[in-house]
């Protein structure tokens, strides 16, 4: 069975890089059509989609947040990572990283992880 | 960027009666739309692709339909576990996937 845990640090000072990972197991990362990709949701808000990418080919950003966003996968760790730098107060959300079937919808979601940016 | 508008904002139903759940596109994406259920502390569960298949051990009474750009998500018959904030998503045209700004379903 399919599951995905993200980890990392819950608070980020103001105008620091927040870095995430997701850890995978129940499928290989390198594996079949499947992107993966990393979604947020700020506190009281919906869901904002991030970037996606898919092994061995060039990774997906949000247009608004390209310009400090980093997505990676480790295939020797079976993992995704996400790269935010420059973060703000409106960076504060809940983490998600989902597995996007087929590059369509995400068929299957961590539990996510809360990262406050606060000094 | 297509633009998903969800109607209405919270919906109040009480068990066992119909809700209705409404998610418009700005521009046709087709029948490519996804709806997932959100509880507190719950990854999001996707109900709902290709704008009326139900995922993977999700009950009948959950049902999608449209296309183009307007499309409804309908659960049949509402237990007491459907009680959640639910989400459409386009994958027509990405970057970058859009959601909409969810619907609730509270117990009237």
């Known amino acids: 069975q399919l599951q995905l845990q993200e980890s990392g640090p819950g608070l ?15 499928d290989s990362i390198s594996s079949g ?12 808000q919906g869901l904002e989609w ?10 997906y950003y949000n247009p608004s947040l390209k310009s400090r966003v980093t997505i990676s996968v480790d295939t020797s760790e079976n993992q995704l990572s996400l790269k935010l ?10 983490y998600y990283c989902a597995r996007q079937a087929s590059m369509n919808w995400f068929d299957t979601w961590g539990q996510g992880i809360l990262v406050s940016v606060s000094s | 960027e297509i633009v998903m508008t969800q109607s209405p904002a919270t919906l109040s139903v ?8 409404s998610c418009r596109a ?3 994406v087709g029948s490519n739309l996804a709806w997932y259920q959100r509880k507190p502390g719950q990854a999001p569960r ?3 692709f290709g704008a009326s298949s139900r995922a993977t051990g999700i009950p009948a009474r959950f049902s999608g339909s449209g296309s183009g750009t307007e499309f ?17 998503q386009q994958y027509n045209y990405w970057p970058p996937v859009t959601f909409g700004g969810g619907t609730k379903v509270e117990i009237k």
């Open chain 1, 12 to 26: 980020v000072k103001p105008s620091e890089a927040l870095s995430l990972t997701c850890a995978v197991s129940g």
């Open chain 1, 33 to 44: 059509n499947n992107y993966w990709g990393w979604i947020r949701q700020p506190p009281g």
């Open chain 1, 50 to 59: 991030i970037a996606s990418m898919y092994y061995g080919g060039s990774p």
């Open chain 1, 85 to 94: 730098s420059s973060v703000t107060a409106a960076d504060t959300a809940v």
């Open chain 2, 14 to 21: 009480s068990p066992g009666e119909r809700a209705t759940l």
């Open chain 2, 26 to 28: 700005s521009q046709s």
């Open chain 2, 46 to 48: 996707l109900l709902i």
């Open chain 2, 72 to 88: 409804t998500l309908t659960i049949s018959s509402l237990q007491s576990e459907d009680f959640a904030v639910y989400y459409c």
